[in-house]
């Protein structure tokens, strides 16, 4: 059955499109109206801490994560809750080791850090690494939230997926960052609204959330402290609050989306501030989805939502209790339709917008350092653009794929580890050298496809039989962590206990991350001992440099226009400090041809 919406639900949506399109027309047409590449990829580096963290927040929590995390609740329990307790150092780490590191040095691709620290050729592989996690990811984040709506609401298919990619196209190209960044904004209060609709009408419907509790408690879905520190275990309290922290990293650290917030912040300060206040929006965000979760279980025990639910996926099941329990007040539905295409715009304009910076600043200006200006304005849009249009080409393959459709989803999160264990190579081991990294990288990313893609094929075929081993093959990372991590993979009893590859296979998918990025770290420093050059010089620095306003101007980073590889200082002061920047105490050493040039002709 599907639930038919109403003059007021459509018009409820479609205020969502054209509000996003204004915001970025009207960023189009003031301030400098987007000529320059700083304003429009960094947004002049001149916002503050607050639109800043309701964008990271944003691109967190995709459309698909709306619907995961209350599936998962309904399914499980709430021991997936305690993924709250990995936000805390998820977030302090990157304020204070990752956003220094970055902010001070004045890039604007994360992947100009990777050439700095080890060559060109390390950078352009994280480069096409990431280029190749966000467009598989794209078109499968825009397409799985508008098929589940579709078989739910009758809502049109592909005039939802046209409509959200053409409008979040628009406003992207035409306002750049800062039009992204406010339009996540309005979209994360579009979410905490429809989220908070279906909470209030639920509870009430049921007797009130006291009630909702105890009846959750009752049935065994109130979890507590699951202590078992076996990494195979699907979700336990380490698995999620310890591994949890290595998935929040690779997103919120390194990850050129979240990254380029940070930089376009209009200080260190506000950059680190925009950490700390995600924080608790985060927590919100995850309460609010937990609780709807526990509305739903206990709403289903007594209206049930599908005739047939054992072939009811259960992100459908979330559109069914929502429609339900939302259809007999004109609005609401269409509220939290927005809310759900929220998550979605705002997490594909962040994509866009991320890729046409690093396609930019890594493989298109060191080809050609003489780009004007104007002309780099002009091919960052069209890049923008054509990135777009491509998520629309994603969301069709996307929608050829069928059961392959899972594979695609594990590929994006199989890549933020590697990508993870790169930037901690460089920034935390001195002897790295730039074949360490590069085979490190490639060492990790046949680690998660082994691990990701062997234990996904096992699932498959061993549900055709017996149930699979608890455990799950999608190695979701960042804000796919809550995806289809939890709406594609039924829960099944443990009959035997796996052994051998089996076993291996079974790790659960928060683990990932960390097992990712240690392969790469580990094989990175043997490849890097065993060829003998250091990547740098050792050792905490012996003096703490100036501070950036002491230090001349960059010129990439004043104009964008010119080698990125331009840094202020001709040589690093002392030992362990990344080259010309002030980035104090620590080991964040250059390569040896770094210190002496490494592009021909180039100065240092």
């Known amino acids: 059955w599907a639930v038919p919406f109403t003059v007021i639900d459509y018009s409820i949506f479609v205020l969502l499109l054209v509000l996003s399109s204004a915001i970025g027309l009207f960023y189009a047409l003031s301030g400098d109206r987007q000529r320059t590449v700083q304003e429009f990829l960094l947004a002049n580096r001149n916002m503050s801490f607050l639109p800043v963290a309701l964008s990271l927040l944003a691109t967190f929590q995709s459309a698909v994560a709306i619907l995961g995390v209350p599936a998962e609740i309904f399914r499980s329990g709430t021991e997936y809750w305690f993924l709250g307790c990995s936000y805390l150092l998820g977030l302090l780490i990157p304020a204070h080791i990752f956003i220094p590191v970055f902010y001070r040095l004045r890039i604007t691709s994360t992947y100009e850090y990777l050439e700095l620290r080890f060559n060109k050729t390390v950078r352009v592989f994280g480069t096409i690494t990431f280029i190749f996690q966000m467009v598989i990811y794209m078109g499968v984040v825009l397409y799985a939230p508008a098929l589940a709506l579709n078989a739910v609401t009758g809502f049109d298919l592909w005039s939802a997926v046209l409509t959200m990619g053409l409008v979040c196209t628009l406003y992207t190209t035409l306002g750049g960052l800062k039009a992204v960044i406010w339009t996540d904004v309005f979209q994360t209060l579009v979410m905490f609204a429809g989220q908070l609709a279906v909470i209030i009408v639920g509870a009430q419907r049921v007797g009130g959330m006291a009630r909702v509790w105890h009846l959750a408690d009752k049935e065994g879905k109130i ?27 690779s997103l919120y650290g390194v990850n050129q989306a979240q990254v380029q ?25 995850l309460c609010l989805s937990c609780l709807t979760g526990l509305v739903m279980f206990v709403y289903n025990q007594e209206h049930p939502l599908a005739p047939n639910q054992r072939h009811s996926s259960p992100d459908q099941l979330v559109l069914y209790f929502v429609m339900d329990v939302l259809q007999d007040l004109p609005g609401l539905p269409g509220l939290f339709v927005a809310c759900l295409f929220s998550g979605s715009l705002s997490t594909i304009s962040s994509a866009f917008n991320s890729l046409a910076t690093v396609t930019m600043e890594d493989l298109v200006r060191p080809h050609c350092p003489g780009l004007s200006e104007s002309r780099a304005t002009l091919l960052s849009k069209l890049l923008a653009l054509g990135y777009g249009l491509l998520c629309l080409g994603m969301a069709y393959v996307s929608s050829m794929l069928g059961p392959v459709l899972q594979a695609a989803i594990s590929i994006f999160g199989m890549v933020g580890g590697p990508l993870l264990g790169l930037f901690c190579l460089g920034m935390f081991f001195p002897c790295a050298n730039p074949t360490g990294a590069i085979t490190g990288l490639l060492a990790g990313l046949a680690m998660a496809f082994w691990v990701g893609i062997g234990g996904l094929l096992h699932n498959m075929r061993a549900a055709e039989a017996p149930p699979p081993p608890n455990g799950t093959a999608l190695p979701a990372v960042g804000n796919l962590t809550t995806i289809l991590t939890t709406t594609l993979l039924a829960p099944t009893p443990t009959p035997q206990s796996p052994t051998g590859l089996q076993k291996f296979y079974s790790l659960s998918y928060m683990w990932y991350s960390a097992h990712n990025s240690t392969t790469v770290i580990l094989v990175g420093l043997l490849v890097s001992l065993l060829t003998g050059e250091c990547g740098g010089v050792g050792g905490p620095a012996v003096s703490r440099p100036p501070s950036p ?23 690093p002061r002392q030992p362990g400090e990344i080259y010309g920047s002030s980035l104090g105490p620590g080991p ?10 490494s592009q021909p002709g180039g100065t240092r």
């Open 223 to 249: 979890s507590g402290i699951d202590l078992d520190p076996d990494p195979f275990e699907r979700h336990t309290f380490w698995t999620l609050a310890v591994g949890g922290v290595f998935m929040m990293l």
């Open 588 to 597: 964040f050493p250059l390569t040896r041809g770094q210190r002496q040039g």
């Open 549 to 571: 306003s002491a230090l001349p101007p960059r010129p990439h980073a004043a104009s964008c226009c010119g080698p990125p590889h331009h840094l202020p200082g001709a040589e």
């Open 261 to 285: 917030r940070y930089l376009s912040a209009r200080s260190e300060q506000e950059a680190k501030l925009s950490c700390y206040a995600v924080f608790p929006c985060q927590q919100i965000v």
